[in-house]
């Protein structure tokens, strides 16, 4: 059974830019959940898509947007880049999102 | 918001001996429970789930309880060994796909062989 895939894996973008990242969760899952990991902040969430509806959002400005497509796969895009946006972020998928969640390698995001 | 707290500095334990990780959180009490572990540049993986009418789980060499009074989950792992050694993470979960998963920032365990 395939894990959870992130892509890319590594993504080096200046300041004001945006970024889309993608993930693409287990077959057969339908929650997906985006992640920022930062060494000062730890894993925040950033919010949760299911059955292509945006279920919950954490508390992050409206620059962070994502979407779910009708094949479960999910995108993340970050709009007008700040360099406190550098971070891992990780994609985790789950059958129903109350269930243990699989996450993916991440993608490290450098702002510069 | 909830707060979890886990021990902030390294964990140090020699090898065949249990270790044994708190997670404490503040606020309301989870319907869920998890651990997990990340290694370095890696994402977590999922270890174990425990809810909150549950007062311990356990698997293989895993075992965690959860003390709804004590606000407090202990995560051990009996007979450690080297290639435990890596940061463990606590995650909460209000329940009915709320706020998604609440994580604390982790604790680091060295297993000294």
């Known amino acids: 059974k395939a894990g959870v895939t992130q892509t890319p894996r590594y993504l080096i973008k200046t300041r004001g830019q945006q970024v889309t990242l993608s993930c693409s969760p287990i077959?057969?899952?339908?929650?997906v959940s985006w992640y920022q990991q930062t060494p000062g902040q730890g894993l925040q969430f950033l919010f949760e898509?299911?059955?292509?509806?945006?279920?919950n959002k954490g508390n992050f400005p409206g620059r962070f947007s994502g979407r779910q497509f009708s094949n479960s796969r999910s995108e993340m895009n970050v709009s007008t880049l700040e360099l406190g946006d550098s971070a891992l972020y990780l994609c985790?998928?789950?059958?129903?999102?109350?269930?243990?969640?699989?996450f993916g390698q991440g993608t490290r995001l450098t702002v510069v | 918001s909830q707060k979890i707290e886990q021990n902030s500095e390294a964990l140090n334990i020699q090898e065949g001996k249990t270790a044994t990780l708190t997670c404490n959180y503040t606020n309301y009490s989870p319907a869920y429970l998890q651990w997990y572990r990340q290694d370095p540049g890696r994402g977590p993986v999922f270890l174990l789930l425990?809810?909150?009418?549950?007062k311990e789980k356990r698997k293989e060499r895993l075992k965690v309880t959860f003390d709804t009074t004590l606000k407090q989950s202990l995560f051990h792992i009996t007979a450690s060994q080297p290639a435990d050694s890596a940061t463990y993470l606590c995650?909460?979960?209000?329940?009915?796909?709320?706020?998604?998963?609440?994580f604390g920032k982790g604790t680091h365990l060295i297993i000294q062989p």
């Open positions: 985790a998928s789950s059958v129903s999102g109350e269930t243990e969640a699989f």
């Open positions: 425990i809810r909150e009418n549950e």
């Open positions: 077959s057969g899952h339908r929650s």
């Open positions: 898509y299911f059955s292509e509806t945006q279920r």
């Open positions: 995650a909460l979960d209000r329940g009915g796909g709320a706020d998604g998963l609440t």
